[in-house]
């Protein structure tokens, strides 16, 4: 390796001894020595590796360095010579001696040097890089990624970097004809969003519309059809002969047809205005169904046709559901059937599978009616689902009928979770099978449905004095029969005022308040009522011809306990005046007074009223009031309509949340006239329904109204009273 090294240095000295001769060929030959030695003394001092050099003539005499010293001797140093020719002929001879140390170290020096200046370019290239990164790169890229995030908030004002030639101005170029194409549709879809809103206000406009109408024309059918109706069970209760009771169960037949097809219309209506709420409570299947097909046993004999049920269900057993739209729904397919039968049988069948086609785990009720009827054609099967469509239009012409109820039964269904199916052959008849699903209820529900059935028909409450607010002499008469017929004693005025002014005397136990009514009406009856004395507690029952639902809510709002909506039964009257007498709020040391002139109005004469105290009974503290009376609830369950009450009870929950914010403002404010009066409506409201906490507080704040820091200290308490009645009726409505 040393060898190589020295060879290699040789062959680079030689080189350099070489250009070194040439240099010196000129000035040798003119004897110009002194130029010779300047340039020697010059080329020495930038060899920091000769040693030694010396320069002599042809001859062999020394020409440099004149001092004649001789060249050292080292084994380390390497001795090169040089001849230098001209033409052939000899001019002289150059003697070098090298220390290869100080070569490598020059080496090296310059090895260094080297890198140093190969650092530098790297460098200067590698900022030059990236200064062509950062300006035409990475800087336009965040700034597009800024206009990205920018639009995708919806600023489309954003600025994007200029355009360039390469991919970031073609990505460039993509993004604004992005922004641009996302601007036009932003603004189509404002504009779409501005035509769906006009769409949804005018459909909301029609939807009111035409509840407005429903809702008028309800009222103004059923109040006449509740004389109609009233005045012929009024009569059927009288000694007629064959033919005269005939014809009286003819006019009760047609008038409940009419309640039917209004019924059904307005169903129709609730269904497509997504306002018809379900229940889920506990009863007796097999008791259910033999109540619905009772009726159809005459009507099926009358025609030849043979009814018959099959319950494939257990004895006593209790199911949870909807009873209501089930009755309606089985009420429909059997009256279908047997109207579309003219000879041969009707079977209806009824069993609970935990296998039904689509209903995995869960327990359902299955209902089949099977007839030898009609049938239907293939093509007009699905047509029977429709609105207002039959099977045949010859059919309509034979059998009547508007063509909702199959509408409605098949939504009903498909709403409550279920299917209904239909198989028919022309001419032989048709199948129709509706799976609900359902859940078997506890035994301890069981037991308290069976219990409530042994009860349902416990003998009536005793004798009442009951005021009578009606304006339609027709309804007046029919109501008042009925209260007679039940032994009750009864006051009859025209309007909301005489009925406000007939309470005063603290006779009447109950009040049956018609909704609209000349001068006052019911609902601001019912609130001035309310604010008396006599009034606070006493059972106010609403007669309407409104079937909707949330017009009944209006009325509980108003501080009525209930609502009856026109025409009703006299058994329906007997059932919410039976609730309502286990209520009965009259005192123990209270007079009876005599049964007032029936036919004639009451005055406004209060010259009798006898001075009442009334109070709160306070609870022991060991006995803290519940937060809701349930018993009382499911009683009022099964006296009305569970939909209804299940209805009221949310509205109720909106009503709370809206009278609780009225009563937080009314104490910020310290106004005890808002405290009294909103005071008052929370406890009427949540006493219809039962809420007893919250209605109990209610009347301590209403009483301590004018009492500012009295009030405040019980507000805490009021507040967590008003979230546990909302929580219990958020329970009990579901």
């Excluded at 140093?77 to 490598?104: K, Q």
């Excluded at 059923?222 to 009233?230: A, E, H, I, M």
Aim: aromatic fraction near 4%; proline fraction near 3%.
């Amino acid at each position: 390796m040393q060898q190589l090294a020295a060879e290699n240095i040789v062959e680079s000295e030689q080189h350099t001894l070489s250009a070194v001769a040439e240099m010196l060929t000129a000035t040798l030959l003119n004897n110009n020595f002194s130029a010779l030695h300047e340039s020697l003394d010059a080329l020495t001092e930038t060899q920091s590796d000769w040693v030694y050099l010396r320069l002599s003539d042809r001859t062999g005499v020394e020409i440099y360095p004149l001092s004649g010293e001789a060249a050292p001797e080292n084994p380390a140093f390497i001795t090169i010579t040089h001849r230098i020719h001209i033409r052939g002929t000899a001019l002289g001879e150059i003697i070098l001696v090298v220390d290869p140390r100080r070569l490598l170290i020059r080496l090296e020096n310059q090895i260094d040097s080297l890198v140093y200046v190969v650092g530098l370019i790297l460098l200067g290239s590698l900022l030059a890089i990236l200064f062509f990164v950062e300006s035409f790169i990475s800087a336009p890229s965040r700034k597009l990624s800024h206009a990205t995030q920018q639009l995708a908030t919806g600023n489309f004002d954003v600025k994007v970097p200029r355009l360039s030639d390469d991919e970031i101005g073609t990505l460039t170029k993509n993004f604004v004809a992005m922004r641009d194409n996302l601007m036009q549709s932003d603004l189509a879809k404002e504009r779409v969003q501005l035509e769906l809103k006009g769409s949804l206000e005018a459909a909301e406009g029609a939807s009111l519309a035409k509840s407005n109408f429903l809702s008028t024309m309800s009222h103004e059918i059923r109040t006449p059809l509740n004389g109609v109706l009233g005045l012929a069970q009024l009569l059927r209760d009288t000694n007629l002969d064959t033919d005269q009771r005939k014809k009286v169960d003819t006019i009760l037949a047609s008038g409940e047809t009419l309640l039917s097809i209004i019924n059904d219309v307005l169903d129709m209506s609730k269904i497509e205005a997504r306002e018809l709420t379900f229940e889920t409570t506990v009863f007796n299947l097999k008791n259910l169904v033999s109540t619905i097909a009772s009726p159809f046993y005459n009507l099926a004999d009358s025609k030849g046709v043979n009814l018959q049920v099959k319950e494939k269900v257990a004895l006593g057993s209790a199911v949870k559901g909807d009873p209501v739209r089930i009755r309606q729904i089985l009420w429909n397919l059997l009256s279908n059937a047997i109207k579309f039968t003219e000879q041969g049988s009707v079977t209806l069948i009824i069993e609970t599978t935990e296998d039904a086609p689509g209903f995995a785990g869960v327990s359902v009720l299955r209902f089949s009616i099977i007839d030898s009827g009609a049938g239907i054609a293939p093509d007009r099967v699905d047509a029977v689902f429709e609105a207002f469509t039959q099977a045949d239009s010859s059919i309509t012409r034979k059998h009547g009928g508007t063509g909702l109820g199959l509408s409605i039964v098949k939504q009903l269904t498909e709403l409550m979770g279920g299917t209904i199916d239909v198989s028919s052959v022309l001419g032989k008849g048709s199948t129709f099978t509706v799976c609900l699903p359902c859940a078997t209820a506890t035994a301890e529900e069981a037991n308290a449905v069976s219990f409530g059935e042994l009860h349902e028909n416990s003998p009536p409450t005793k004798p009442m004095n009951i005021v009578v607010a009606e304006d339609n002499e027709v309804n007046a008469i029919i109501a008042t029969a009925f209260l007679k017929k039940f032994g009750h004693r009864v006051k009859h005025v025209v309007n909301g005022r005489l009925a406000v002014e007939a309470v005063k005397d603290d006779w009447a136990d109950l009040v049956l308040m018609d909704v609209h009514m000349p001068e006052m009406n019911g609902i601001d009856a019912t609130r001035a009522i309310r604010m008396t004395e006599s009034g606070r507690n006493l059972p106010i029952v609403g007669l309407t011809a409104e079937a909707f639902t949330d017009r009944h809510a209006v009325f509980m709002e108003a501080g009525m306990n209930s609502v009856l909506t026109k025409p009703f039964t006299e058994q329906q009257l007997a059932n919410a005046l039976a609730f309502h007498g286990d209520k009965e709020r009259r005192r123990s040391n209270r007079a009876v007074h005599s049964d007032p002139d029936d036919n004639a109005s009451a005055t406004a004469d209060s010259s009798g009223r006898s001075e009442k105290v009334t109070g709160t009974a306070e609870h022991p503290a060991s006995h803290p009031t519940p937060v809701g009376d349930k018993s009382q609830l499911d009683n009022l369950r099964r006296q009305l309509s569970p939909e209804i009450v299940s209805t009221l009870l949310i509205e109720a929950q909106l009503s709370l949340r809206k009278q609780i914010e009225n009563m937080r403002k009314a104490v910020e404010q310290k106004d005890s006239t808002y405290i009294r009066e909103t005071a008052h409506a929370i406890k009427g409201a949540s006493g219809s329904l039962f809420a007893v906490q919250v209605s109990e507080m209610a009347e301590r704040i209403e009483n301590k109204s004018a009492e500012i820091d009295a009030v405040l200290e019980l507000m805490p308490d009021f507040e967590i009273a008003v979230r546990q009645a909302m929580e219990w009726w958020h329970l009990q409505a579901s």
